[in-house]
C-alpha cells in the first residue's frame, strides 16, 4: 500500500470520528433540551401530554401552563408533523389531549378510522377567506372566471361553502359542510373552479381572478388575512356556518370527563390566553371561546 493511499484512509477515518462526535453532541443536546427542562417543571405535578402540530402554538401553551401551575398541573407538550399520527397517538392513549384541528377534520377521522374520539373545549378559529390580484370585489367577477381552491376534501369542502356563502354558486344542501366540485347545483357566472396546493395558491394569485385558502399561508406570504381579503365571512362563533371549522381539544371518549383535563380547558379558556392569541396571531388566528 502507498504512503499517499494510507495517510488518505487516516484522514477519512479522522473525519469519521469528528463527524460522530458532532452527531452524538447533537443527539445529547436534542435529548436533554427535549426532555430534562419538562421534567423539572412537572416535578410534583400532575402531567397531561399535549399533542399539537409545528411550533406555532408554542406560545398558546406556554400560557396555558402559567394558568395551570396554581392547580399543580403541567402540559408537556408534544410536537408532531401530521395530524393523522396525531390522531392517531390520541387514540391509543399515548396522547392525552391534541390541539389542531376543527370539528369537521375530527368527525371525518372518526368516522372514516373508527376512532372514539370527542372534543372537550373549542380553541380558535382561523379564517378561509376569498383573496385577488386582479379585483376588489367578488361582484366584479367574470363569466368563465377561475377560482383556485385547497386540493384536501375537507378545506375544498369549506371553500365551496365560501363561494355560496359570497353567493356565486349553490351547491346540494344534502352534502352539508363537506360538497365537492360535483355538488355544485348552480353556477350562474360558470366559474371555474380548480383545486390547488392551499400554500401555492397566494402566489399563483396572477394566474386566477381569486383563490380561497387557509388564513397561515395568507400570513407566510405577508398578507393580513382580514385586511387583504375580497371577501370574509365574520369569525362569529355563535353562527352555525363557523361550527365546522372551529378548533378544537381532543381526548378519548372515555377520558372526556377527566377533571384534570377539565381543568386544561379551563386554563385555556382563560382572559390571559384570549387576549395572547388576539395580540400574538394578529388574525391568522381568532379565539372560538368565551372566558
Known amino acids: 500500500m502507498s504512503q499517499k493511499s494510507s495517510h488518505n484512509k487516516k484522514k477519512v477515518a479522522s473525519l469519521s470520528a469528528i463527524l460522530v462526535a458532532i452527531l452524538v453532541v447533537v443527539l445529547g443536546f436534542i435529548i436533554v433540551s427535549g426532555h430534562s427542562k419538562s421534567g423539572e417543571i412537572a416535578k410534583g405535578k ?29 402540559a408537556d407538550v408534544k410536537v408532531f408533523s401530521d395530524g393523522e399520527a396525531l390522531n392517531q397517538a390520541t387514540n391509543s392513549g399515548q396522547i392525552d389531549i391534541n390541539s389542531f384541528q ?25 379564517p378561509l377567506n376569498i383573496y385577488s390580484k386582479k379585483i376588489k370585489n367578488v361582484k366584479d367577477l ?10 384536501n376534501p375537507t378545506n375544498a369542502g369549506r371553500a365551496l361553502k365560501v363561494l355560496e356563502k359570497a353567493g356565486l354558486i349553490k351547491t346540494n344542501p344534502a352534502k352539508g359542510y363537506s360538497p365537492t366540485v360535483s355538488d355544485i347545483t348552480s353556477n350562474p357566472k360558470k366559474l371555474q373552479i380548480i383545486e390547488v396546493d392551499p400554500a401555492a395558491i397566494i402566489k399563483l394569485l396572477p394566474n386566477f381572478a381569486a383563490g380561497i385558502t387557509n388564513s397561515n399561508f395568507v400570513q407566510a406570504n405577508h398578507l393580513n388575512p382580514s385586511k ?17 371549522w372551529i378548533n378544537i381539544l381532543v381526548t378519548k371518549t372515555s377520558e372526556e370527563n377527566n377533571k384534570t383535563y377539565k381543568e386544561v380547558v379551563n386554563a385555556y379558556h382563560s382572559k390571559a390566553v384570549y ?17
Open 46 to 74: 400532575k402531567v397531561v401530554t399535549v399533542g399539537i402540530i409545528g411550533s406555532n402554538d408554542v406560545p398558546i401553551w406556554k400560557q396555558v401552563n402559567k394558568e395551570l401551575a396554581s392547580k399543580h398541573i403541567y
Open 102 to 126: 376543527h370539528y369537521a377534520f375530527l368527525h371525518q377521522e372518526v368516522r372514516q378510522k373508527n376512532y372514539k374520539l370527542t372534543a372537550i373545549g373549542n380553541t380558535y378559529i382561523q
Open 142 to 151: 367574470k363569466e368563465g372566471d377561475k377560482i383556485a381552491i385547497p386540493n
Open 228 to 244: 387583504d381579503s375580497i371577501y370574509a365571512i365574520a369569525p362569529n362563533i355563535n353562527d352555525s356556518y363557523n361550527k365546522p
Open 275 to 291: 387576549d395572547l392569541i388576539e395580540k400574538e396571531y394578529k388574525g391568522v388566528s381568532l379565539p372560538a371561546f368565551k372566558y
